[in-house]
């Protein structure tokens, strides 16, 4: 259950600092973005941070409370933050980097986009990675209204990692433990990344 549906009513009732809006514009051919970042869904602001590197367009929502960050988290088909929206409308298509609460390494791949999640579900099965064959429906992706899709070809990717799978890539999910990353969370930055340059 979110406890918000709207940008609108958690600037309402949070103070400025529970959260900050990272942003980097570059190529128009893909954005990475991290909708629930910081210590919402801890590890997804730097995963996609990598992802995009400097040649791809990033966003990140960071939750910055010194508890209850869950309380930020906003329901990817009610997205409505104007800068997200904004830089995923002039971008052709938009990767979403989120955090499932399972325990259970495992990735699950959903959005519109099917052929590039084809693409980068095979790459990550080759390199190792615990790809979810069935994709439960609530990480589907697939609604007209996921920020993932309101790229220019209204057709995006979402990307679950389980709690499970990013413990595995830091030496923890605190701040701290998060600036120091392992060799699976660059494998993973690695192998997403040559997808995107190739496909």
């Not at 990033?58 to 309380?71: A, E, L």
């Not at 979402?158 to 998060?178: D, P, V, Y």
């Given at each position: ?10 600037i309402q009732?949070?103070?400025?600092d529970s959260?900050e809006i990272?942003?980097?514009?570059r190529?128009e ?6 909708p ?13 941070d990598?992802i ?10 960071n939750?910055?409370?010194?508890n209850?960050?869950w309380d930020?988290?906003?329901a ?5 933050e104007?800068?997200a929206?904004?830089?995923?409308a002039?971008?052709e298509?938009?990767?979403?980097i ?6 259970e390494p495992k990735i ?6 099917t052929r ?11 390199a190792?990675?615990?790809v979810?064959?069935v994709v ?13 899709n ?14 499970g ?7 923890n999910?605190?701040?701290t433990g998060?600036k120091?990353?392992?060799?699976l969370f660059?494998?993973?930055v690695?192998t ?8």
């Amino acid at each position: 259950m979110n406890k918000y549906n709207s940008f609108t009513a958690l600037i309402q009732n949070e103070p400025p600092d529970s959260f900050e809006i990272e942003y980097r514009v570059r190529s128009e051919i893909c954005i990475v973005i991290a909708p629930h970042g910081g210590d919402i869904e801890p590890g997804t602001s730097e995963i996609a941070d990598f992802i995009a590197g400097d040649n791809f367009s990033f966003y990140s929502f960071n939750g910055c409370k010194t508890n209850g960050n869950w309380d930020l988290h906003m329901a990817s088909e009610k997205y409505d933050e104007k800068k997200a929206l904004e830089l995923v409308a002039a971008s052709e298509t938009a990767i979403s980097i989120h955090g499932a609460r399972k325990d259970e390494p495992k990735i699950y791949i959903g959005g519109l986009n099917t052929r590039l999640m084809s693409a980068i579900s095979t790459a990550l099965h080759r390199a190792g990675f615990p790809v979810g064959q069935v994709v439960p429906t609530k990480f589907g992706g697939v609604h007209p209204d996921n920020i993932c899709n309101k790229c220019k070809t209204e057709q995006g990717v979402q990307i679950e990692l389980t709690h499970g799978l990013r413990q595995k890539m830091f030496k923890n999910l605190s701040q701290t433990g998060r600036k120091r990353k392992t060799d699976l969370f660059h494998l993973f930055v690695k192998t997403v990344r040559n997808v995107l340059n190739t496909v």
